[in-house]
């Protein structure tokens, strides 16, 4: 048996198809894992560059909202 037989299981009704259920103890470490990378990730510091690029679309959000406003009077 490998390491990947003891961590998933089948299912006791052969009629229901084949479902894999995985160990606890591995769905645990993996949502670790899993956490703290997402939160690596959001923690990160937003790249200058996207930065710049937020601020033209806004700008480009605000003249072409205010140009719509000013078309519409």
Known sequence: MNRL?????E???PDEG????MDPKVQESIGRSL???YD???NAPVPDK???LLAQLEATE???SGV????SQ
């Open 5 to 9: 037989d003891a961590a998933m299981t």
């Open 62 to 64: 605000q003249r072409v």
């Open 40 to 42: 690596d990730i959001v």
């Open 35 to 37: 956490k703290a990378h």
């Open 50 to 52: 996207f930065l710049v």
């Open 11 to 13: 299912p006791d009704d």
């Open 68 to 71: 719509s406003r000013d078309e």
């Open 18 to 21: 084949f479902d894999l259920v």
